[in-house]
């Protein structure tokens, strides 16, 4: 072990100056109120667009995903009229409705228009599921179509 005969004197910080003469009595240690301002300020600027866009995003996300369940229920609505015993019919309708979110399914089975160019297949139809919707009172719908060929009865 290294003892010193010396003893280290220290200074009390109002008695310090600057090597320009300067007294730094008034430092002390923190920020201050002015510079926590600036502070805050820079960041609100620099965050205020980013949660903005962020909030942006997750309203698409939201609308992409309510567009995306609405096809989904489309499609199983299909996959249900598909799975009922066959009826001997070229034309049908049927509705169903959804409670949430409040939606209208409607499944139409129609043959294929006689100014289509597909008309000349025999037992084509366009089956047709619509949903409707309304948001602030303002109606909506999509529509998922599909062509299906249902054989014709053979003739005995």
């Not at 430092?27 to 300020?41: K, N, Q, S, Y």
């Not at 903005?52 to 939201?62: D, I, K, N, P, S």
Request: proline content about 6%; overall charge positive; some cysteine.
């Amino acid at each position: 072990m290294i003892h010193s005969k010396h003893k280290v004197q220290t200074t009390p910080p109002e008695h310090i100056e600057g090597s320009s003469g300067i007294n730094l009595a008034h430092i002390r240690d923190g920020f201050t109120l002015l510079e926590t301002l600036f502070a805050a300020v820079i960041i609100a600027l620099v965050m205020g667009p980013l949660f903005f866009m962020q909030g942006e995003m997750l309203q698409r996300v939201a609308r992409v995903s309510r567009h995306m369940q609405r096809i989904f229920f489309m499609q199983d609505f299909l996959f249900d009229v598909h799975k009922q015993p066959k009826k001997d019919t070229n034309q049908l309708t049927l509705e169903k409705q959804l409670d949430n979110p409040p939606t209208v399914l409607r499944y139409q089975l129609n043959p294929v228009d006689t100014k289509s160019a597909l008309h000349a297949i025999k037992g084509l139809h366009s089956e047709r599921v619509t949903a409707v919707w309304s948001v602030f009172n303002k109606r909506y719908d999509d529509a998922l179509v599909s062509l299906r060929c249902i054989k014709p009865e053979q003739q005995p």
